[in-house]
């Protein structure tokens, strides 16, 4: 059904370009529209697990020639350093790829996997509105051009100029939690793990990137106060340092060997009602933005990105858009919820956080295989193969 199509892609993000390269590989004409003068991303790790792999892989990428394999995630109480729990990928489920990316690394296979394909990336287009008929849509850039498409997909992460159109205004709300994000040159001999640090309020991720050269850190805190989405805002290393004080010697370490960080509120975004209209979708934070507790936001943009295109390509169009959220909302609900629920066990105060990491610890013993099943659910869903 894709053969010949003529479609735009809004944003050259995680989303946006595995969602060209899958409807192009399906014979689709594809332009990505990004209003950035450049395809760049700044220093960040992303977990990839074995449901996103599925989907690079059945892009006919080698995601692992780019990426560490992680052994496991590793749940660590912050003040006295002890291990709660070990999630042993390696152990557990050792054919199962668990990925640890630099996100520029990422962008740049899917950006090359996309121009491979001769994907049309169109950089400096600001999208200033759309307009659909029953023939098509017309997309009206900042510039006063305009471009005409049959579908138009819109991957254009949390302030999406499609989604609201589909949707309405929708104001998020403020989780009461502020994160820094940072990377520092690694030491040497780091497990090859994500390792979450957990306290009263805060907790500190880091994982190792490239080979192990660098260490990814995402720190955060509850707090009252804050006004701004998004996360390129400048924060001060030593005001962060000042936050996690109280945390072990090998936290405080780590992050006194911070020079620049970034800082963000994160804000929950409901999933959106609506996916589509006639001629247009939304995929990845676009139609559902997801907190990052359970590292899944790219995962579920790349899930997004195959189905939608499997839609396309074997139903007519009246049927296709609807199968696709009808295929996609169940899921990406369960994941942001489990999400949310991660945010809350991370930050558990007081009697109830003694007694939870004493039972983690206990169940870790007696049943580690039991709890890393527990997410086979996400991590063994296939969308390739449905």
């Given at each position: 059904?894709?053969?010949?199509?003529?479609?735009?892609?809004?944003?050259?993000?995680?989303a946006?370009?595995?969602?060209?390269?899958?409807?192009?590989?399906?014979?689709?004409?594809?332009?990505?529209?990004?209003?950035?003068?450049?395809?760049?991303?700044?220093?960040?790790?992303?977990?990839?697990?074995?449901?996103?792999?599925?989907?690079?892989?059945?892009?006919?990428?080698?995601?692992?020639?780019?990426?560490?394999?992680?052994?496991?995630?590793?749940?660590?109480?912050?003040?006295?350093?002890?291990?709660?729990?070990?999630?042993?990928?390696?152990?557990?489920?050792?054919?199962?790829?668990?990925?640890?990316?630099?996100?520029?690394?990422?962008?740049?296979?899917?950006?090359?996997?996309?121009?491979?394909?001769?994907?049309?990336?169109?950089?400096?287009?600001?999208?200033?509105?759309?307009?659909?008929?029953?023939?098509?849509?017309?997309?009206h850039?900042?510039?006063?051009?305009?471009?005409?498409?049959?579908?138009?997909?819109?991957?254009?992460?949390?302030?999406?100029?499609?989604?609201?159109?589909?949707?309405?205004?929708?104001k998020?709300?403020?989780?009461?939690?502020?994160?820094?994000?940072?990377?520092?040159?690694?030491?040497?001999?780091?497990?090859?793990?994500?390792?979450?640090?957990?306290a009263?309020?805060?907790?500190?991720?880091s994982y190792?990137?490239?080979?192990?050269?660098?260490?990814?850190?995402?720190?955060?805190?509850?707090?009252?106060?804050?006004?701004?989405?998004?996360?390129?805002?400048?924060?001060?290393?030593?005001?962060?340092?000042?936050?996690?004080?109280?945390?072990?010697?090998?936290?405080?370490?780590?992050?006194?060997?911070?020079?620049?960080?970034?800082?963000?509120?994160?804000?929950?975004?409901?999933?959106?009602?609506?996916?589509?209209?006639?001629?247009?979708?939304?995929?990845?934070?676009?139609?559902?933005?997801?907190?990052?507790?359970?590292?899944?936001?790219?995962?579920?943009?790349?899930?997004?990105?195959?189905?939608?295109?499997d839609?396309?390509?074997?139903?007519?169009?009246?049927?296709?858009?609807?199968?696709?959220?009808?295929?996609?909302?169940?899921?990406?609900?369960?994941?942001?919820?489990?999400?949310?629920?991660?945010?809350?066990?991370?930050?558990?105060?007081?009697?109830?956080?003694?007694?939870?990491?004493?039972?983690?610890?206990?169940?870790?013993?007696?049943?580690?295989k039991?709890?890393?099943?527990?997410?086979?659910?996400?991590?063994?869903?296939?969308?390739?193969?449905?």
């Amino acid at each position: 059904m894709l053969i010949g199509q003529n479609i735009a892609v809004l944003g050259a993000g995680v989303a946006g370009l595995a969602t060209a390269r899958a409807l192009a590989l399906r014979g689709a004409l594809v332009t990505v529209y990004e209003q950035s003068p450049a395809i760049t991303e700044v220093g960040a790790g992303l977990q990839i697990t074995p449901n996103g792999v599925a989907v690079l892989r059945g892009l006919g990428l080698d995601p692992a020639a780019h990426a560490m394999r992680s052994s496991g995630v590793r749940l660590i109480d912050g003040y006295m350093g002890a291990q709660i729990l070990h999630l042993d990928f390696a152990k557990h489920k050792p054919d199962a790829a668990f990925l640890l990316f630099h996100r520029a690394d990422l962008i740049d296979m899917l950006h090359e996997g996309a121009r491979d394909i001769d994907v049309r990336i169109a950089l400096s287009h600001t999208v200033a509105d759309i307009h659909g008929d029953g023939d098509g849509v017309t997309i009206h850039f900042a510039d006063g051009t305009t471009a005409r498409h049959d579908i138009v997909i819109g991957a254009d992460g949390l302030h999406s100029k499609l989604r609201p159109m589909l949707n309405g205004p929708a104001k998020p709300f403020f989780t009461g939690q502020t994160a820094w994000r940072a990377t520092v040159p690694a030491l040497g001999g780091e497990d090859a793990a994500a390792m979450v640090h957990v306290a009263a309020g805060r907790h500190v991720v880091s994982y190792p990137l490239r080979g192990g050269t660098m260490i990814n850190i995402v720190a955060v805190e509850e707090r009252d106060d804050w006004t701004e989405e998004g996360w390129h805002h400048t924060g001060d290393p030593a005001e962060m340092m000042t936050h996690f004080a109280n945390f072990c010697p090998g936290i405080k370490a780590l992050l006194s060997r911070v020079e620049t960080v970034s800082r963000w509120g994160l804000f929950r975004h409901p999933v959106a009602a609506r996916w589509h209209s006639d001629r247009t979708a939304l995929v990845g934070d676009a139609a559902h933005p997801t907190l990052p507790f359970l590292a899944q936001g790219a995962n579920m943009a790349l899930e997004d990105a195959w189905v939608l295109a499997d839609c396309l390509g074997k139903l007519p169009l009246e049927q296709a858009l609807s199968a696709y959220q009808a295929r996609r909302r169940a899921r990406v609900v369960k994941v942001i919820e489990a999400a949310n629920t991660n945010a809350r066990n991370y930050h558990i105060k007081g009697a109830t956080r003694l007694v939870g990491h004493a039972g983690l610890r206990l169940a870790g013993r007696v049943a580690g295989k039991r709890m890393v099943d527990k997410f086979a659910w996400l991590y063994d869903h296939d969308v390739t193969a449905d």
